[in-house]
């Protein structure tokens, strides 16, 4: 027989010998409104013939065509759509911009001027949603009879098959709804040589564990009859967002110990705060007051999306400017905010522009020992000066091990400043 595929290139001569074998792909084009096979030879079965001649219809060029997901490679034309459940949509380029943001969409292959969307329906129905989604692709949608979720372990995506992606080690729990009814409902499981079954009461919620399954056959799921989506078990590489703050060439994470050392440092006027990366959606703030205020004076910052990361916004060089002036600002109690990812409090006493006229003789030595454990042999001579001491401890990157020692020598520096004023 003859396949009509869309046009020059598309049409092709297939054996029937193949099609007893099993079943072949050939590929179509996209923009043809129809595909039909043309002509049969007279040795196929008359009936077979009629039926092979059959009209396909083609991708709507005006409106979304809907693909049941599902288990396999061929998925069905989609004749009404439920809310909570997942579909292919494949619709022209132009119309993807307009896609709700109510939808959960990943957007898959692009061929020619067609686009494909694996497209997630909001469990709770939405009237303004519906009437969209039934100007867009000609369909309606209605609550399922069956509702489905898994409780645990937390869901990591839903991958290009339509397939939940889990990362469990051999047990999982369900929440299932069969819907109203008076038949008996019957959710079935099976992995590998061994299955169960347990029936499901009718109109109400019920929860249902599985375990003793190996990662490497999760559970097939099936109630009423219809198989439920595929669980997918594979580890997840996580990745946490991080808010990261740069001094020169150097990069910490601000939840991390090295971050109060090194923004000490930027209040002290011997460091320089020269990036501030924080994950899309934070906005890095910073509240200050002078001495004897009550209020809080309240200072947002401008960010912009990074090149690289695009779930991360870089801190303007305007604002980060800004933000280094009002952290050296020692008149005044500061407190940077970082939301979940740090906050640190500044009090005006903490660094000072004061000369150092005299160290104690303890502050001294413990102010020499902490640079030459540091490696700063250079500058820990007897003959240094105070105000030369000082300059080098504050300007230290400290290893971890001794930071609590730089801190209580900065401190003791700053303590005996303020009495020999």
Known sequence: MTLDGGGDGFRVEVACAKLHVGSQAYAVNPDSPAFRVVWVSLDVDNHYGVALQE?????????????????????????????????????????VTSVPPQLAVTRLADLKQWSCLLVTLPQVADEELAEWIRQATGLAVQRPRRQWGVVAPPMHFIDTSARLVLDTKGELTLAIHAGEGH???????????DSASVPIARGQWQFIRGSGFLTTEPPVLEAEGRLLPEVLVRPVVRAARVALLTFGSCSVSANSAEARPLLDQVRGGSLELTGLNVPSGLVPRLRSRPAGAIDWAQHAFATTAAELHPVT?????????????????????????????????????????????????????????????????????????????????????????????????????????????
């Open 55 to 95: 009209r396909i219809t083609g991708l709507d060029a005006v409106r979304s065509t809907v693909f049941s997901a599902g288990r396999g490679n061929r998925q069905a034309l989609a004749t009404g759509l439920d809310w909570g459940a997942t579909y292919y949509f494949v619709q022209r380029t132009e119309l």
């Open 313 to 421: 916004e870089t801190v303007t060089a305007e604002a980060l400017a800004e933000l280094q002036t009002a952290l050296r600002d020692t008149k005044c109690d500061v407190v940077l905010d970082l939301g979940p990812f740090g906050g640190w409090w500044f009090d005006m006493q903490v660094a000072t522009a004061m000369p150092i006229r005299h160290l104690p003789p303890v502050t001294r030595a413990h102010a020499r020992w902490v640079l030459a454990a540091a490696g700063q042999a250079g500058v820990v001579s007897r003959s240094q000066s105070d105000e030369a001491l000082s300059t080098a401890l504050r300007a230290l990157n400290a290893p971890r091990w001794l930071e609590a020692h730089h801190r209580l020598a900065l401190t003791r520096i700053m303590r005996g400043n303020r009495h020999a004023t």
């Open 183 to 193: 038949s008996e409902a019957i959710l079935h499981a099976r992995s590998g040589d």
